[in-house]
C-alpha cells in the first residue's frame, strides 16, 4: 500500500509590517508585497496565499466576504467544515474553513482582531483538484494553516 510521509515540521517565523506568524520552513516564501504574501510548497505542488486587509468600520463586510469566498467552492466540494478559531489572549478571532472533495482550494481560513486587522489565507494546489490524490498532502498543509493562525500575532 502506498504511504506517504511528509518531514515533521520546523519552524520558522515570518513577520510582516502588521502582523507575524510560525510556518513550515519546509515552504518557500516566494513572494510578498506590503499586503500579501505566498508559501510555496514545491514538494507538495501547493501553495498558501495571504492578504491583509486593515480594518474601517467595514468589520462586516470583510467576514461576509471571507466567508463568501470560502463557500464558492461548495459547488464542487462534498463538504466544508467551519472550525471556529479563539485566542483572547493575543486578540486573535477567526475561522479555518476545511474543504473536501474535489474543489479548487482545499482550505481557507481568516483572523481578526476586530477593530483593525483582517487576514484571510487560502491553499491551492497546481494540479487539477483530485481529492484521493492530494488528500495526505492538503491534511499536512491544513495543520500548518492551523499553526500559523495559532501563532499569528499583530504588531502595534
Not at 12 to 22: A, C, L
Not at 56 to 81: C, P, T, W
Not at 116 to 122: D, L, P, Q, R
Not at 125 to 153: G, H, V
Amino acid at each position: 500500500m502506498l504511504r506517504l510521509e511528509f518531514p515533521e515540521a520546523k519552524m520558522g517565523k515570518i513577520e510582516t509590517d502588521r502582523f507575524q506568524f510560525q510556518y513550515n520552513e519546509i515552504a518557500r516564501l516566494k513572494s510578498q508585497t506590503s499586503n500579501s504574501l505566498e508559501l510555496d510548497y514545491p514538494s507538495m505542488k501547493g501553495s498558501i496565499f495571504i492578504n491583509y486587509k486593515t480594518v474601517e468600520r467595514n468589520l462586516e463586510k470583510l467576514l461576509s466576504d471571507a466567508q463568501k469566498f470560502s463557500y464558492e467552492h461548495s459547488v464542487k466540494a462534498d463538504g466544508i467544515m467551519e472550525q471556529p478559531f479563539i485566542n483572547d489572549e493575543n486578540k486573535v478571532y477567526g475561522m479555518f474553513y476545511e474543504v473536501t472533495g474535489d474543489a479548487a482550494s482545499q482550505a481557507q481560513f481568516y483572523v481578526t482582531d476586530s477593530t483593525e486587522h483582517f487576514v484571510t489565507g487560502s491553499l491551492y494546489f497546481y494540479a487539477k483538484p483530485n481529492y484521493d490524490s492530494i488528500y495526505p498532502a492538503a491534511e499536512y498543509l491544513q495543520n500548518d494553516i492551523r499553526k500559523m493562525m495559532e501563532t499569528l500575532r499583530w504588531k502595534k
